[in-house]
């Protein structure tokens, strides 16, 4: 579809919320590991991969706060370790993007194989 016509006397008003785009979320969450402070991520996907990627990064020493429903604070200042745990990488298929943060921040990182168990 090219476009949208709507017709007639009365204007339209409200609004529409977006929900967030999974593979985004999965891209700018191992980012944050980047900082050596606090981020904040907005318009979250409420779903299975992005639970399972903030328990990785909980796992790894970050602390997260979640400011409503679809929002987040990572405060990844006091990092403990850049061993991704092997079980939940393995769950995870889009683990990689953990290994680019952390080597950037450490240069050393273990992440599992996506998709072995």
């Given at each position: 579809m090219d476009k949208l016509v709507i017709k007639g006397k009365t204007p339209l008003k409200g609004e529409v919320s977006i929900g967030g785009?999974?593979?985004?979320?999965?891209?700018?969450?191992?980012?944050?590991?980047?900082?050596?402070g606090i981020s904040t991520i907005e318009n979250l996907p409420n779903i299975s991969d992005v639970k399972c990627l903030l328990e990785i990064i909980e796992a790894l020493g970050a602390k997260i706060t979640w400011v409503s429903q679809n929002s987040i604070t990572i405060d990844s200042r006091n990092l403990a370790c850049t061993n991704a745990p092997l079980d939940l990488t393995r769950k995870f298929r889009a683990s990689y993007y953990l290994i680019g943060s952390l080597l950037g921040r450490y240069n050393n990182v273990q992440v599992g194989m996506p998709g072995r168990m």
């Open positions: 785009a999974k593979n985004a979320a999965v891209a700018i969450l191992p980012a944050s590991l980047l900082n050596d």
